[in-house]
């Protein structure tokens, strides 16, 4: 873009920071949704093996999580 369109597009400068902070702060959100989630797997993984929940609970709540991953990772989470 020429220094004309830049020009023509400074008012504009405030809404577009604006919304490229915003992009960062949402993903920096989800990233850290997907660290939990994932810690959470971890967490249930323990459970099974310590005998605390049984491998159906461990299955369906697995699944669960699972299923969250995967709409972040087609980035649709919310």
């Given at each position: 873009?020429?220094?004309?369109?830049?020009?023509?597009?400074?008012?504009?400068?405030?809404?577009?920071?604006?919304?490229?902070?915003?992009?960062?702060?949402?993903?920096?959100?989800?990233?850290e949704?997907?660290?939990?989630?994932?810690?959470?797997?971890?967490?249930?993984?323990?459970?099974?093996v310590a005998?605390?929940i049984?491998e159906?609970?461990?299955?369906?709540?697995?699944d669960?999580?699972?299923?969250?991953?995967?709409?972040?990772?087609?980035?649709?989470?919310?």
């Open positions: 873009m020429g220094l004309l369109g830049e020009l023509l597009l400074l008012p504009l400068a405030p809404v577009r920071g604006a919304a490229w902070v915003t992009g960062q702060l949402v993903d920096a959100a989800e990233q949704r997907i660290a939990q989630l994932r810690r959470e797997l971890v967490s249930l993984e323990r459970e099974l005998g605390g049984t159906e609970e461990f299955d369906r709540r697995e669960e999580i699972l299923d969250l991953l995967e709409e972040f990772d087609r980035g649709v989470a919310g």
